[in-house]
């Protein structure tokens, strides 16, 4: 703009300043032909029964051509650009692009230029000043599109900031314990643009540079202690996938899918699950996890003082023999309780010869005695020693 500016001001400087003592009568009429051409031509400026409209309409064309006669009359005026963008941040707030407005300016500068060919002869102008005079127009309606431009992108990242702002306390709302009144959730998701939907997920991130791609409808909380998002409707059609996608190359949890009122339910399960999965206890490789697919594990960390406890009880029999051995005998148990008392299906499962499962179950029935005839105590045995087992599979060096 600068090469601009100089440009024009040697223009000015070219043309007589008696010149804009001249023409400042004529404002007036002038402006009614740039505003008539501009309600023809622009659809999106035809208001003719809203007075209040015509009226801005009018004050914005009789500033920009007053103020293009005061640069005429004294080029060393300083240049203030505000009314111009203010100009712009009424298109933005308006919910149009800088289009309409820009061929406005166009229109306007083409309607200057003829009136000042058709009176050239009564000023006495020269072709030469005429010609820098309408160098000058042009010139003038660049630095007004500038100043428009600058003002309509400080209120669309003012509006965008403004709805970012809403979004994140919706968030906030939506997982706050005890959960906020649903009239104050249904105001502000509103205001923020977000539809209410009848389910959600949260969705527990690892911190990471970076931001998800995903559809706007996700609110996003990464600069939240535990960064997170909240998925709308996470199990319809196209959901899953669209997670897949946009989390690829992220450890993430996926919360169950509940009621809108429960979110800071389902984000609770996901940050545990991301938590198992740090530890190993649940696979935690890039992509989400979901916990839809690990509850029962979930489940037994819930309270692992609990676990560890019945596992003391459970397991007793077993806290002699040396810890190789308890591994062997807690691995071939818990395939028996999982897969059924059959030796030849324990072997297949863990890979032994059947006779070896047999001694095996042998000695668990020393050890055990009438207890594995049990349903209540096979399905705790179960639990601890599931338990064991991912706790193990955690603990292993990756």
């Known amino acids: 703009m600068k090469g601009d500016l100089g440009d024009a001001r040697r223009l000015w400087d070219s043309v007589p300043s008696g010149i804009a003592h001249a023409l400042r009568p004529g404002i007036a009429k002038v402006s009614d032909e740039v505003i008539e051409e501009i309600q023809t031509r622009i659809p ?17 064309v009789e500033e920009a051509i007053g103020r293009f006669l005061d640069r005429i009359e004294d080029p060393d005026a300083p240049w203030d650009p505000e009314p111009f963008r203010m100009i712009g941040r009424g298109e933005a707030a308006e919910g149009r692009n800088l289009e309409p407005l820009q061929t406005a ?31 000058a127009i042009f010139v003038y309606l660049d630095q ?52 209410l939907p009848r389910t959600v997920a949260g969705v527990a991130l690892d911190d990471q540079n970076g931001t998800p791609s995903l559809p706007p409808d996700i ?43 429960r979110a800071a339910t389902s984000l609770r399960w996901a940050t545990e699950a991301l938590e198992l999965a740090r530890r190993g206890v649940l696979p935690g490789g890039r992509g989400p996890l979901r916990c839809s697919d690990h509850m029962a594990t979930l489940i037994v960390f819930k309270d692992e003082e609990l676990v560890g406890a019945l596992a003391a009880s459970r397991l007793a029999p077993l806290a002699h023999l040396r810890p190789s051995q308890q591994d062997r005998l807690a691995e071939t148990l818990l395939a028996w309780l999982r897969y059924g008392r059959g030796a030849g299906e324990v072997a297949a499962r863990l890979h032994v010869h059947p006779q070896t499962v047999r001694y095996r179950l042998r000695q668990l029935e020393e050890l055990y005695g009438e207890q594995l005839g049990d349903p209540d105590i096979r399905f705790e045995l179960e639990i601890v020693l599931r338990a064991r087992q991912a706790a193990r599979e955690g603990a292993r060096p990756s």
């Open 105 to 135: 300016m166009r229109l306007g500068a083409r309607v200057g230029w003829r009136r000042l060919t058709e009176i050239a002869g009564p000023l006495g102008l020269s072709p030469q000043s005429l010609y820098d005079l309408g160098e």
């Open 144 to 195: 007004l599109a500038d100043a428009a431009a600058e003002g309509f992108d400080e209120a669309r990242a003012h509006a965008a900031g403004e709805m970012e702002r809403r979004r994140h306390r919706l968030l906030d709302l939506l997982l706050s314990q005890p959960p906020a009144a649903a009239e104050a959730i249904s105001d502000l998701a509103k205001a923020a643009g977000w539809r």
């Open 44 to 60: 999106e400026y035809a208001r003719p029964s809203d007075e209040i409209y015509i009226k801005v309409v009018r004050l914005a």
């Open 219 to 261: 609110l996003v909380g990464l600069e939240r202690p535990q960064p997170c998002l909240l998925v709308p409707d996470p199990n319809g059609p196209g959901q899953p996938q669209m997670l897949e996608k946009g989390l690829r190359g992220w450890r993430a949890a996926i919360g169950p899918a509940v009621p809108l009122e």
